[in-house]
């Protein structure tokens, strides 16, 4: 028996069973809780797979980001204890659909990817390559995108000001 | 000096010799955790009883004196009477959410206090990105508090846990600014190697005057980021009750105490790591008689000494200062830390690149 098979597994089962629960249960909060231990799974696997910078990256912007952003949004909105009830069964049927779709299509994704497992080492990467590429400007470095991606940024903060500010 | 991956090595050699290699892995994650959780309580124990005197001390009063010699059992008297309390139902609370949001706060605290370096080797936690876990970790105990809030079904807890959201989430950022300063002092994330570059002199003393104003923000945002007086607005006594743990009772209440007092320990265990060399012990170019002594006090009396001085620095300021107002909280930080923060990083860079450190 492999210990990573055995972490691999109890970070599966919390994944799945935390996910089915977040997606049945009737009430919003418990919801978004359960979707927080889906997202800690998620670190987890990268955790295990020693990519250690995007589990931490994980963990900073889902887990002490979106989520608390979305349990703000809900307690601001005040709809915490709002049982949310499926009324029209078409509604019901188009999501049904577009998971179906969805699962369908990601299942065929990996049965059809030729994964380079046999080259694969969980060694993970140096903080300092990460650096060199975010910053780099050479040809595979990252300085446009992170450039861009702090624009991105500045349109958002100025545009919430903006809706904040609205008299 | 005592390097502790010696006793682990031999521990890890012995457990792979008796058990296969998955058995071996999993009772070793047991071990530590054990260990953990048991160094955590231990600690909880002390910063309880130091908390009291400490406050005693700065009020003029003797603090507990009663129970056990110089009231050193008055702690396990507290834990007693907490264990004894009832467990109280809320209505119209979440009873899932009520119940798993102290283990929330707890949680994100033990992981962060497994990161903390004790001695050399002394280490659970060290990933090559090390103080960015440690942000990492640290930013969704909030989470906890939030939900306590809201699961409470309460007004005031629930004001308590928003007061809570803005201001912690407010004050990660400008933590996170002083701990980028000294990445750029130390060249790397790493906490074992932080320290080790520290052997050659403290970073507060190598990086001069950046590093003392990233250390006093630093210390100012430890403040607030425990939710401690002057920053103890998500739990002002006078307004809120309580706060977000107003419903809580028993061992509840009792986790997101602990949690507050460790809280304040990893806080000062970082500033000591950053800032004061962690296990690093007293350096001074040219005395080498000196420094050769100094190297003969173990790692880890060094890391506790002044890991506990700083957490006298923050009760200091906690006995000192009176309660701010919200605005005020929230002023201080956006108007005051975050624009000195990023100026003190640019500073710290322009020092780096120049050579004008020691």
Redesign the interface.
Not at chain 1, 91 to 111: D, H, N, Q, S
């Given at each position: 028996?492999?210990?990573n098979m055995?972490i691999f597994a109890g970070l599966a089962i919390v994944m799945i069973v935390s996910a089915l629960f977040a997606v049945t249960s009737s009430?919003i909060?418990?919801a978004t809780?359960l979707l927080?231990f889906v997202l800690f799974g998620t670190a987890g696997l990268y955790f295990m797979l020693h990519y250690?910078?995007l589990g931490?990256?994980q963990?900073?912007v889902y887990?002490?980001?979106i989520?608390?952003l979305f349990?703000?949004a809900i307690?601001l909105i005040g709809k915490?204890?709002v049982d949310v009830t499926q009324t029209s069964i078409r509604r019901y049927l188009a999501g049904m659909a577009t998971a179906l779709t969805g699962m369908a299509l990601t299942i065929y994704l990996i049965l059809n990817t030729g994964f380079a497992s046999d080259k694969f080492t969980a060694s993970?990467v140096?903080?300092k390559e990460l650096g060199m590429a975010l910053m780099g400007t050479d040809k595979f470095n990252y300085i446009l995108p992170f450039e861009a991606m702090s624009i991105l940024l500045l349109a958002c903060t100025v545009g919430a000001i903006m809706i904040a500010r609205k008299k | 000096m005592l390097d502790f991956t010696t006793i682990t090595t031999a521990i890890d050699r012995f457990l792979h010799s008796a058990l296969p290699d998955w058995a071996a892995t999993l009772t070793e994650c047991a071990l530590v955790a054990v260990c953990v959780i048991a160094a955590y309580l231990v600690f909880a124990i002390v910063m309880i009883f130091m908390e009291r005197k400490v406050c005693a001390a700065f009020q003029c009063r003797l603090g507990p004196t009663r129970v056990g010699f110089w009231g050193v059992l008055q702690v396990f008297a507290d834990v007693f009477k907490m264990l004894i309390k009832e467990i109280i139902e809320i209505k119209d609370s979440d009873r899932i959410l009520y119940n798993l949001a102290p283990f929330l706060v707890i949680m994100s605290s033990l992981i962060t206090f497994s990161c903390l370096p004790f001695a050399e080797g002394l280490q659970v936690l060290d990933f090559n990105i090390g103080v960015f876990f440690i942000m990492a970790a640290s930013s969704f105990g909030i989470l906890g508090i939030l939900l306590a809030g809201w699961s409470s079904s309460n007004k005031f807890s629930m004001i308590g846990a928003m007061r809570s959201g803005g201001q912690m989430i407010s004050y990660e950022l400008s933590m996170g600014l002083c701990i980028l300063t000294l990445v750029v002092l130390s060249g790397t994330m790493q906490i074992s190697e932080i320290v080790e570059t520290q052997t050659r002199g403290w970073f507060i003393i190598r990086g001069h005057i950046p590093a003392i104003i990233a250390f006093i923000i630093y210390i100012i945002a430890g403040n607030a980021e425990t939710n401690r007086a002057p920053f103890d607005l998500p739990e002002a006594e006078s307004e809120l009750t309580a706060g977000f743990h107003t419903e809580y009772s028993g061992m509840g209440f009792g986790l997101f105490y602990v949690a507050e007092f460790m809280n304040m320990f990893i806080i000062s265990g970082i500033a000591s790591t950053l800032f004061l060399g962690g296990w690093a012990p007293l350096y001074i170019p040219g005395l080498e008689g000196f420094n050769e002594a100094m190297c003969w006090i173990p790692g880890i009396v060094w890391f506790l000494g002044k890991t506990f001085f700083v957490i006298w620095l923050m009760m200091w300021i906690r006995w000192t200062f009176p309660r701010m107002r919200i605005d005020q909280v929230l002023v201080l930080e956006w108007k005051y830390l975050v624009p000195i923060g990023l100026l003190n990083l640019l500073i710290m860079t322009i020092c780096v690149v120049m050579g004008w450190t020691f």
């Amino acid at each position: 028996m492999d210990i990573n098979m055995i972490i691999f597994a109890g970070l599966a089962i919390v994944m799945i069973v935390s996910a089915l629960f977040a997606v049945t249960s009737s009430k919003i909060m418990r919801a978004t809780t359960l979707l927080l231990f889906v997202l800690f799974g998620t670190a987890g696997l990268y955790f295990m797979l020693h990519y250690n910078f995007l589990g931490a990256v994980q963990i900073t912007v889902y887990a002490g980001g979106i989520v608390v952003l979305f349990i703000f949004a809900i307690l601001l909105i005040g709809k915490g204890s709002v049982d949310v009830t499926q009324t029209s069964i078409r509604r019901y049927l188009a999501g049904m659909a577009t998971a179906l779709t969805g699962m369908a299509l990601t299942i065929y994704l990996i049965l059809n990817t030729g994964f380079a497992s046999d080259k694969f080492t969980a060694s993970g990467v140096e903080m300092k390559e990460l650096g060199m590429a975010l910053m780099g400007t050479d040809k595979f470095n990252y300085i446009l995108p992170f450039e861009a991606m702090s624009i991105l940024l500045l349109a958002c903060t100025v545009g919430a000001i903006m809706i904040a500010r609205k008299k | 000096m005592l390097d502790f991956t010696t006793i682990t090595t031999a521990i890890d050699r012995f457990l792979h010799s008796a058990l296969p290699d998955w058995a071996a892995t999993l009772t070793e994650c047991a071990l530590v955790a054990v260990c953990v959780i048991a160094a955590y309580l231990v600690f909880a124990i002390v910063m309880i009883f130091m908390e009291r005197k400490v406050c005693a001390a700065f009020q003029c009063r003797l603090g507990p004196t009663r129970v056990g010699f110089w009231g050193v059992l008055q702690v396990f008297a507290d834990v007693f009477k907490m264990l004894i309390k009832e467990i109280i139902e809320i209505k119209d609370s979440d009873r899932i959410l009520y119940n798993l949001a102290p283990f929330l706060v707890i949680m994100s605290s033990l992981i962060t206090f497994s990161c903390l370096p004790f001695a050399e080797g002394l280490q659970v936690l060290d990933f090559n990105i090390g103080v960015f876990f440690i942000m990492a970790a640290s930013s969704f105990g909030i989470l906890g508090i939030l939900l306590a809030g809201w699961s409470s079904s309460n007004k005031f807890s629930m004001i308590g846990a928003m007061r809570s959201g803005g201001q912690m989430i407010s004050y990660e950022l400008s933590m996170g600014l002083c701990i980028l300063t000294l990445v750029v002092l130390s060249g790397t994330m790493q906490i074992s190697e932080i320290v080790e570059t520290q052997t050659r002199g403290w970073f507060i003393i190598r990086g001069h005057i950046p590093a003392i104003i990233a250390f006093i923000i630093y210390i100012i945002a430890g403040n607030a980021e425990t939710n401690r007086a002057p920053f103890d607005l998500p739990e002002a006594e006078s307004e809120l009750t309580a706060g977000f743990h107003t419903e809580y009772s028993g061992m509840g209440f009792g986790l997101f105490y602990v949690a507050e007092f460790m809280n304040m320990f990893i806080i000062s265990g970082i500033a000591s790591t950053l800032f004061l060399g962690g296990w690093a012990p007293l350096y001074i170019p040219g005395l080498e008689g000196f420094n050769e002594a100094m190297c003969w006090i173990p790692g880890i009396v060094w890391f506790l000494g002044k890991t506990f001085f700083v957490i006298w620095l923050m009760m200091w300021i906690r006995w000192t200062f009176p309660r701010m107002r919200i605005d005020q909280v929230l002023v201080l930080e956006w108007k005051y830390l975050v624009p000195i923060g990023l100026l003190n990083l640019l500073i710290m860079t322009i020092c780096v690149v120049m050579g004008w450190t020691f």
